[in-house]
């Protein structure tokens, strides 16, 4: 069975991209619309990866990260942030609050493919 | 009640306080507006683009069974199978025009032979006139002794009793002769008929053999050729199904712009809802600071005319994207429908000349069969016939020995004639003579009688050459002949299966490529947001430009306060480094554009970073 990925982000299209990219590649997913939602299927079940977005409804990709590293269940999983944004200082705070690694948007399927191989090994 | 403030023309250029407050008041209600137009142009904007991105799993489903099917097409013409059995099947051609080589030489033989008992038997009626001779000359003998014996009158001795004796072996002659003679002439219209076929078979066996085989070889060759060339055109039609997933991936990256648009938009409105606050911050219900006013009208200027250059980049964003994503599918489309020609192209070459040409190759090869079987038919025939020659040779050999027996008699009689002629001292003298020339006349009819064994010899010996033609290696050669029909048969049998299934493969590829295009053509020709979008943002550069223009009236730009405080601020909002680098273009600071940091990993991308 394939490792399971989840992909947090507010917008459908995003997602769906997402998805289709990964489970092409043999990937299992589960998606969730914002951080809130994301912290509770993370929690909610294994997950190998989350990649999720910064700026989101209800909780931001940030908030999320500090949840899940804050949570024994899911404290190692690697978090990848995949957003629009791309300014240093947000990098800094990704990284600080426990990113694993940062793509800015749009992303092409084999980056996408890469980082996932590199991070799950 | 408050006093109306007084007016200030000299800080707000030409305009009074109240004019531009009104003026600001309606900036307020138009930026509204586009805030609103902005909305309803996001709102239930994604469907299509989720509708695109939902039927891409279909369009790779699609391509990969099409691929699949591409792959079963090239392995059913490849060198294990269909590729296999016609080289199989040269090779049985090979060993099938060994067998008929073979029965041509055969053929040939049993001409040759056939021409040397003709010879025979030719050599066999010139023996006609010495055996002629041999009789007239007894018959002349048996009256001159007849005579001899009258002149001896009551001295005869019994030479009237060899007369008749000599008269009897001429009839005796005549007959056993007259037998051989009648048997030569039977022989002679047999082995006639017999090389009249032969012949006839040869001509055939040559005409296959240089024609037929050689046709059937050059058909079996053309297959070959049509299924590297179907091989071919399928493993093209392999690359570039490959090149549609690499198509269909550049899709999902312009896919994700319209969240990059949506959010861009996004930040758009937000900034008019953010002017529209300080418009109503500065504008204190109708009693505005004119300082502030000034500002805020300043500051609506710069934003406008920025945000402007920020549709703008949106909108080209999006067109990009969206055009990107068309010429990708466009460029699928294509491609599908190129492989839809190639297969075409497959369906139409195989159709009418493999079908044609195995229909073509297994006439051919049946026509070879029944040849041969033909030929080993007539071989088995002549060599059945044969034994009835030898037979009518043994008849014919009985009656050279009846002859050599009569010719031992006359021997014998001319022996008892000398004997006879002794005893009669002078008055048999002529009898002598006679006696000498029935003695001669004995050694003629020896020689004639061996020129006769002689043919019957050869006539024999060719017999025997057709008679072996059935022999244990010729009965050994029909079951190895039996053997190749069947297998070239069961050849022609599977090369016929896998052309059956090959263009059964291919037409449905042909039907899943169809479908392929049809639905890709559907989604290029419905993405329409991105003109909604091009209308969207045309109106609000319209509506931008009225602003700007209007607040530079107001406030020319080397006028306005905190202006560099605002637009950092204004700056600090956006997500996005496109958003940053439009900023300080419109602004005219594109020389400072901010570099991305360069922690990137260079395998994965500029865009990527793992920390």
Known sequence: ?121 | MRSPRPECRTTLSNMTISETLTTLSRWEEALGGLESRIQSTLQGSEQEFLEAGSRLQGFLVKGREISDLCSSAVDLTGEDMMGHIAGELQQELDRMAGHLASSSRNTAGSISSMAEMYVAITELNETRRGFKKVISTLRVLAISTRIESARLGSNEFGFNTLADDVEKLARQIEAKYGSIIAKAHDLTGFVEDVLAKTQALSLLQRKTASDVIAETRAGISEIIRINAKSAEVSEEVSLRLGQIVSRIHEVVTSLQFHDITRQQLEHVAEAFADARNKIGEASGNGNGDPSAVREVSGWVGDVSELESSQVLNSKNELFDAVGQLQDNLRDISGTVLSVLRSIQSILRSTDKEEGNLLMVVEQQIAGVVRLLRDSQEREKEMAASMASVSDTVGDMERFVNDIEEIGAEIELIALNARIKAAHTGSHGEALGVLAEAIQKLSGEARGETEMVQGALVSISDGARALKDLSSDDQKAQVSVVEETAENMDSLVRRLNDLDREFMAGIEQMGERVAELEAEIREVTEGMQHHLVVGETVNFIQNGLGTIVSESRDIVPVHEIENREERLAELMSRYTMQSERNIHQTALGEASEVIKESDGSDDELGSNVELF
Do not use: C, H
């Not at chain 1, 404290?75 to 990284?95: A, H």
């Not at chain 1, 690694?101 to 992303?107: D, R, S, Y």
């Open chain 1, 1 to 121: 069975m394939g490792k399971t990925i989840l992909t947090v982000d507010d917008s459908a299209s995003i997602r769906q991209m997402v998805s289709f990219t990964l489970k092409e590649a043999g990937y299992e997913v589960v998606e969730a619309v914002d951080g809130k939602d994301g912290v509770a299927k993370a929690t909610a079940g294994k997950v190998d990866m989350v990649i999720t977005d910064l700026n989101m409804p209800n909780m931001d990709g940030l908030e999320l990260i500090r949840n899940l590293r804050a949570n024994a269940s899911t404290k190692f999983v690697p978090i990848v942030m995949l957003t629009t944004e791309s300014q240093d200082s947000k990098k800094q705070e990704g990284k600080a609050a426990g990113a694993t690694g940062w793509i800015v948007k749009p992303f092409k399927p084999d980056q996408l493919l890469g980082v996932v191989k590199k991070v799950l090994g």
